[in-house]
């Protein structure tokens, strides 16, 4: 596709999302939106690390729950602003990501992949039983929505903010370009398709694998933060390990390696278990189903396959 189509599409996607609102009739569909958007974040991070580099992290939504509990922590404990919280929730992500990042990166493929997941069990664990800090499984409440205490734009109003969420979103999409786009992303390009010979002529890849672990998890950080502040209430059990499969997937199945799988991927994840509701008990066999079918039938996901699809079109034409 031609750089000129591309930006037409882009811009053509980005006022879908704009109007989006104005489409939507139920409001329910507003909330699974603004829940999509905040999935968007978190998977354009798991992209960096798994789609770009080639390492798939099995703690996405771990690092999620440790942005979500650092700002509602910071906020109701130290009297922090929302703003402030927000923004140091993905630094306080990154810290995390540091320590767990060096050791984890000394392994490669299905073993980095168990090691991350077993991180992500740690972090649940953690959230669970700590109640001194945490509430445990009763979770946290009160979380405030920004603005609230200024009160010149309403927060609480579902609609400003999805907007406030969208920004977000495409900000984060937009740096996800950038750092794709640039000498690093073209490094870790490298590293995914031969690590070997990346070593061999005198690159440290550990620094950049460690870069995306790290980058991929304010990401996360940064949606969680989101999140809590959307939903005002927060407990461990959205942050296990099914919610890091549910990043995975949202890659996988939008399109791993690109730019617009993520948003595709993360929007089919959270919208089609709710369109299977009618299945009832079955709900989740059938959903499991569909994306084990989607992942056999288009190993490119749903960007690639158009785009082999767009392809053959403009050879016939």
Same mark, same amino acid.
């Given at each position: 596709m031609k750089p000129g189509l591309k930006l037409l599409v882009a811009g053509a996607a980005l006022a879908f999302f704009v109007a989006l609102p104005q489409l939507i009739t139920v409001k329910y569909y507003l909330h699974l939106s603004v829940l999509a958007l905040v999935w968007v974040i978190a998977a354009q991070g798991q992209n960096l690390i798994q789609g770009y580099t080639g390492y798939v992290s099995i703690v996405q939504a771990g690092f999620m729950g440790i942005g979500a509990y650092s700002t509602a922590l910071m906020g109701l404990h130290f009297d922090l602003p929302v703003w402030l919280t927000i923004l140091l929730a993905p630094c306080v992500t990154a810290i995390f990501a540091l320590a767990t990042g060096y050791p984890s990166l000394r392994v490669k493929?299905?073993?980095?992949?168990?090691?991350?997941?077993?991180? #992500?069990?740690?972090?649940?664990?953690?959230?669970? #039983?700590?109640?001194?800090?945490?509430?445990? !499984?009763? *979770?946290?409440?009160?979380?405030?929505?920004?603005?609230?205490?200024? %009160?010149?734009?309403?927060?609480?109003?579902? !609609?400003?903010?999805?907007?406030?969420?969208?920004?977000?979103?495409?900000?984060?999409?937009?740096?996800?370009?950038?750092?794709?786009?640039?000498?690093? %992303?073209q490094t870790l390009m490298s590293i995914r398709q #031969?690590?070997?010979l990346v070593g061999a002529i005198g690159i440290a890849a550990w620094k950049y694998k460690l870069f995306a672990f790290v980058v991929s998890a304010m990401f996360a950080g940064l949606a969680g933060a989101?999140?809590?502040?959307?939903?005002?209430?927060? #407990?461990? !059990?959205?942050f296990g390990v099914a919610q890091s499969?549910?990043?995975?997937?949202?890659?996988?199945?939008?399109g791993s390696g690109t730019i617009a799988g993520p948003v595709i991927g993360a929007f089919v994840v959270v919208f089609l278990p709710e369109y299977l509701r009618f299945a009832d008990s079955f709900r989740l066999i059938l959903y499991g189903l569909l994306l084990v079918l989607a992942t056999i039938f288009m190993p490119?996901?749903?960007? *690639?396959?158009?785009?082999?699809?767009?392809?053959?079109? !403009?050879r016939r034409g």
């Open positions: 493929g299905h073993y980095f992949a168990i090691v991350t997941l077993a991180f #992500n069990m740690v972090i649940f664990i953690v959230l669970m #039983n700590f109640h001194q800090l945490t509430q445990g !499984e009763a *979770g946290i409440t009160g979380i405030p929505k920004p603005g609230s205490r200024d %009160g010149w734009i309403n927060f609480r109003d579902r !609609e400003v903010y999805y907007y406030f969420v969208l920004i977000v979103a495409v900000a984060m999409t937009a740096l996800a370009w950038l750092i794709v786009r640039s000498r690093v %992303g #031969n690590e070997d989101l999140y809590a502040h959307y939903q005002s209430f927060i #407990n461990p !059990e959205i499969l549910d990043a995975i997937l949202a890659v996988i199945v939008g490119r996901g749903i960007v *690639g396959t158009l785009a082999v699809v767009w392809s053959k079109l !403009e």
